[in-house]
Every structure is written in C-alpha cells, then in structure tokens.
C-alpha cells in the first residue's frame, strides 16, 4: 500500500483466539464505518504465546503475545496490528518503524468470577475454605489471597472457551477440579458469555491490569495512509488515561510478570484520577497510591509521580522479590 494513496486494502494481524478474532470483527466493523469500500483482511498469527502452556514468566511473558505480530507488521506482511494494551511490554519499546495510530474507546475493565454451569456460588464469599480458584495472572492471584487467603490459586491459561471447558470438568486431560475462574469481564462481554458472570468485581476490590480494555492500532510509521485512517478511531479520554497508566509501568520498570494494577479515570472536572498498586505474590504486602491531576492534567508527569510515590514506598522489592506462578 503506497504512503501517498487512500487506504483502500487492509490486512489486519491478530491472534487466532475466539477472543482476537472477536476483536479483529469489532475493529473491522469500524472502519468499515469509516470507509465502506475498504477491503480488510483478517489475518491470524498463532504466537509464540499461544504454543506456550506453562508459565509465561518461564519463556519471556505476556510479551509474546505481540512480538510475532508485530515482526509480521514490521516485514510488511500485515498493515494493522491489533493488540490487547495490557499484553503490550511496558520495559520493551516498539520495534523500529513501527506506531501506535489508536487507542480504541475502553471497554469495561473489570475482572469476574465464574463457577461451573451447575454450582450455586454467588460470589467470591461463597467459595468453600481452601477453593481451587484459576487465574494464570500474578495481579489477579495477589489480590484474590489479599482477600482470600485460604483460597488456592491455580495457574489456568489458554482460550477462554478451553479455561471454561476445564472449569465445567468437559476436558479429559483434568486434574482436580476447580470452584472457579476469574476472567475478564470485557472478554466475556465479547463472546456473549455475560451468562456465565457470577460476581463482577468493582476496582476498589479487585484494581485492573495497566491497559485493561483498551484495544491498540499499530502500523507502519510511512504508511501515513494508513496511519491517517486508524487516528479517526482514536479516543483521545483512553490515550490520556492509559498514558497515566504506562507512564507509572514504565517508572516501575514492571513487565507482564510484575504484580502490578493500576487504573485512571477522568472526573467530570476534567482532572485525572490514577490509583496504582504493586503486590507482594500473596497479597500480604503492598503499595499504593491514589493521585489526582491539577491542571494542565499531564497524564505523562501523573503517572510519572504515581511510580515515584510507589517506589518511595517499597515497591521495587516487591517486583524484584516477586516469583512466578
């Protein structure tokens, strides 16, 4: 696709998972909105993630999930990158050549709690003493013992479709069974699997992932047609906010392995609120911050300042102490 010509031919990289193919539809739907003669292309990468089912912290993390992608966007292969923010390395920069065009408009942030088909559980205090809980995220298991700490948390990765197959007990490979699974609201949301939400976690009680809900456009830094198009679908509120957010990462030089939270909102004033929280693998210790913005609400010094008052407070020994699941 030439620089100087209209976008009129997109080939979009995305995991193969339901989920990102889910996404890719989502996106593809919108700037079909925008320019109802564009040709899109899906084009699903299987990523050195996806082919890895132990612990990620053993093969180079959450990162993974964007590196084959990204190699693809940057060959030119592909002309649209589309990523999950929160699986993006805030310690790695972009490969050469490549930008961020869009952050799309977040979608819900919240984690939730789900049990087999038939249990009667409402909730995370219904759970039995002792309860196998699945999650294979280290900010997710800090937060759950910090609530919990009789609970034992079950490293569970793959698709979503795989974690609720295992958690139904329909897999033959299983081991002991599991009471429950916490999953992404917004995941959920997009399957059509809201049915399956036993217990919505607000953020005072179970604070989210850097970046959670927020989907990112990357291309090619000369394909300024392209570039052009993506920018129509930015949201200007999720890019303040989610700058705060990986700004205060960035400070913490936390990775995708790091028990690491942290969410901003924008007040009706106008003024940005970041709460920021770095735990200890069981949840028994922690840091936090809750900050607000004065103007001119820089989210770049906000979240510069979160990771400094985080650090003040200990949290570099809870990211370095941290082990994996």
Same mark, same amino acid.
Do not use: W
């Given at each position: 696709m030439s620089a100087d010509s209209p976008a009129r031919e997109l080939r979009i990289g995305t995991r193969t998972s339901p989920m990102a193919l889910a996404q890719t539809a989502h996106v593809a739907q919108l700037l079909h909105r925008l320019d109802p003669a564009l040709r899109i292309e899906t084009v699903p990468v299987q990523t050195e993630a996806d082919l890895w089912h132990a612990d990620l912290s053993g093969t180079g993390g959450k990162g993974l999930f964007v590196k084959a992608i990204d190699a693809r966007l940057q060959s030119g292969e592909i002309d649209l990158a589309l990523h999950c923010l929160k699986d993006v390395p805030g310690d790695v920069p972009l490969r050469e050549g490549l930008v961020v065009a869009a952050h799309l408009e977040r979608a819900d942030v919240r984690d939730a709690l789900v049990v087999p088909e038939h249990a009667t559980a409402c909730?995370?205090?219904?759970?039995?003493?002792?309860?196998?809980?699945?999650?294979?995220?280290?900010?997710?298991?800090?937060q759950l013992l910090r609530a919990r700490?009789?609970?034992?948390?079950?490293?569970?990765?793959?698709?979503?479709?795989?974690?609720?197959?295992?958690?139904?007990?329909?897999?033959?490979d299983t081991g002991p069974g599991l009471d429950a699974l916490v999953l992404a609201a917004a995941g959920l949301h997009r399957l059509g699997l809201d049915h399956r939400m036993r217990q919505v976690f607000e953020t005072d009680a179970m604070l989210p992932a850097v970046g959670?809900? *927020?989907?990112?456009l990357e291309c090619r830094r000369q394909d300024t047609a392209v570039a052009?198009?993506?920018?129509?679908?930015?949201?200007?509120?999720?890019?303040?906010?989610?700058?705060?957010?990986? *700004?205060m990462l960035q400070g913490l030089r936390g990775?995708?392995?790091?028990?690491?939270?942290?969410?901003? *909102?924008?007040?009706?004033?106008?003024?940005?609120?970041?709460?920021?929280?770095?735990?200890?693998?069981?949840?028994?210790a922690f840091a936090q911050v809750h900050l607000r913005s004065d103007p001119p609400h820089d989210p770049a010094a906000l979240g510069a300042h979160a990771a400094t008052e985080l650090l003040t407070q200990g949290a570099r020994a809870l990211i370095d102490t941290g082990t994996p699941l």
């Open positions: 909730g995370l205090d219904d759970l039995p003493s002792g309860a196998r809980v699945g999650t294979a995220s280290v900010r997710r298991r800090a700490p009789d609970l034992r948390i079950v490293p569970v990765r793959g698709a979503v479709g795989t974690r609720l197959e295992l958690l139904d007990g329909k897999r033959e959670a809900g *927020v989907l990112s052009a198009l993506l920018e129509q679908l930015n949201h200007e509120p999720t890019l303040t906010e989610a700058t705060a957010e990986r *700004v990775h995708c392995n790091s028990p690491i939270a942290g969410y901003c *909102v924008t007040g009706p004033d106008g003024r940005l609120s970041l709460r920021g929280m770095v735990f200890s693998p069981d949840g028994a």
